[in-house]
C-alpha cells in the first residue's frame, strides 16, 4: 500500500520561500521517479519539477526555472520542493506523486505517475 504525504505549505509574501516536503512509503523510494504538480482553481493540473530515481535526471517547468529547486533524500524517502522568489501565481494546490513504474523517466508528464499525496496548498499575496 502505497502512501504519499505532503507537508510545509501555507500562506507567505510575494517574494518569500517556502519549502514542501513529501514522503513516500510501500515503495522502493530510490526506484522512482519523483515529482512535483500544481494545480490553481480552475486551471488544469501542471508539472512543476520531477526527478530520476537517482537524481541526475530533473525537469523544471519554465515558470520555475531559476526559482524553483527540487531535491530528494533517499534515505529518509523524503522529497523536497524549495521554493525562492515566490510570486503569487505560484499560488495553488501542489501534489507530490511517484512515477507509475520503478526506474522509468518522464519529465513531468502526469500519465506517468501513478502514486499521488492529498495536496499542500500554497498561497502568495501580493
Known amino acids: 500500500h502505497v502512501q504519499v504525504v505532503e507537508s510545509g505549505g501555507g500562506l507567505v509574501q510575494a517574494g518569500g520561500s517556502l519549502r514542501v516536503s513529501c514522503t513516500a512509503s510501500?515503495?522502493?523510494?530510490?526506484?522512482?521517479?519523483m515529482g512535483w504538480f500544481r494545480q490553481a482553481p480552475g486551471k488544469e493540473r501542471e508539472g512543476v519539477s520531477c526527478t530520476s530515481w537517482s537524481s541526475i535526471r530533473t525537469y523544471y517547468a519554465d515558470s520555475v526555472k531559476g526559482r524553483f529547486t527540487i531535491s530528494r533524500d533517499n534515505i529518509k524517502n523524503t522529497l523536497y520542493l524549495q521554493m525562492n522568489s515566490l510570486k503569487p501565481e505560484d499560488t495553488a494546490m501542489y501534489y507530490c506523486?511517484?512515477?507509475?513504474?520503478?526506474?522509468?523517466?518522464?519529465?513531468?508528464?502526469?500519465?506517468?505517475?501513478?502514486?499521488w499525496g492529498q495536496g499542500t496548498q500554497v498561497t502568495v499575496s501580493s
Open positions: 510501500g515503495l522502493t523510494f530510490n526506484d522512482y521517479a
Open positions: 506523486a511517484a512515477a507509475r513504474l520503478p526506474l522509468s523517466w518522464a519529465p513531468c508528464r502526469i500519465l506517468d505517475f501513478g502514486y
